[in-house]
């Protein structure tokens, strides 16, 4: 079967994730301790123990969730007993868990990662003043009529994550208006409690930011194909950089990308990381997928 792993992004995170397998699994301990050493801070003791205050701050769940990812994943590839690359033929990964789809793919190492996420949280984190911007999920709304309220009050469409599950940012004035005219039309809007408008135009500061600090990593051709959430199509090695700064200030195409893996061939999608929040995404893209999480 036709197996391919996703990877979750900001929102999954959850104060005691990953601790199970940090107490009973070498492998899962290693990339704690790792991140730990790679950061000079007890990021570990953050996500086991909280306060969730801490863990949820943008510099902080970023990389949280992708060590934690990391950490399942090697659990499960000593399970099987075989590297991923064997097993699984694309991995994608929700706006920052396409850095996680980068380390199981070999294009970049575990610690670049690390460094490059603790850039990528903090500079989202600062790239607007608190307050300033903001951000909400339009439920019900397929991506056509969540354009049509974005573009009537210039926000942005942050994340088509289902047909009927929309998420739009930008300035927490307009996101206010785009909330009452999605209630008027009939539409459920629940408001986001995260530290910034992601994947708008207003995250601009952070895209210079984080492009200096790719320009420092040497990146590697991936050994498994991964679908870009910018474009929802299979990355070239020469597009990967580009497409990881574009992605930070464009939609994040998820619907697309699992329906092209369907396209590709995929039959079986396997969530490597806390919850399973986009197992459930994937029944609602596409019912005939076979989607298993790993939490």
Not at 109 to 134: N, T
Not at 246 to 258: A, E, F, G, P, Y
Not at 260 to 277: A, D, F, S, Y
Request: aromatic residues 6%; hydrophobic residues 45%; glycine residues 6%.
């Amino acid at each position: 079967m036709n197996t391919a792993c996703i990877f979750p992004g900001q929102g999954a995170q959850k104060v005691g994730m990953g601790f199970e397998i940090y107490k009973n699994f070498r492998v899962a301990k290693d990339v704690f301790n790792e991140a730990d050493d790679v950061l000079k801070q007890k990021l570990s003791k953050i996500i086991f123990e909280g306060p969730a205050e801490e863990l949820t701050l943008t510099k902080n769940t970023q990389v949280a969730l992708m060590v934690c990812s990391i950490a399942m994943l090697r659990v499960l590839e000593e399970k099987v007993g075989k590297e991923l690359k064997t097993f699984c033929s694309y991995v994608a990964g929700h706006s920052l868990g396409e850095f996680t789809a980068l380390v199981a793919s070999n294009v970049i190492s575990f610690s670049d990662c690390v460094k490059l996420l603790r850039v990528r949280g903090q500079a989202m984190q600062e790239a607007v003043p608190a307050g300033k911007g903001a951000m909400f999920a339009l439920l019900g709304a397929n991506i056509e009529i969540a354009k049509q309220i974005a573009d009537e009050t210039s926000v942005a469409v942050a994340n088509d994550n289902s047909p009927a599950q929309q998420v739009l940012s930008g300035e927490a004035l307009a996101i206010q208006k785009s909330i009452q005219i999605s209630e008027a039309k009939g539409y459920k809007a629940i408001k986001l409690n995260v530290s910034g408008p992601f994947h708008s135009k207003l995250m601009k500061p952070a895209t210079e930011i984080l492009e200096q600090e790719l320009a420092k990593i040497n990146f590697n051709s991936p050994e498994i194909s991964i679908i870009s959430n910018f474009t929802g199509e299979i990355m070239r090695t020469e597009e990967i950089k580009k497409n990881l700064l574009l992605q930070l200030t464009n939609t994040v195409k998820w619907c697309d990308s699992i329906k092209n893996l369907k396209t590709l061939g995929v039959e079986k999608i396997l969530e490597v990381g806390p919850g399973k929040i986009y197992t459930n995404l994937t029944k609602r893209i596409d019912a005939t997928l076979t989607a298993t999480a790993l939490h």
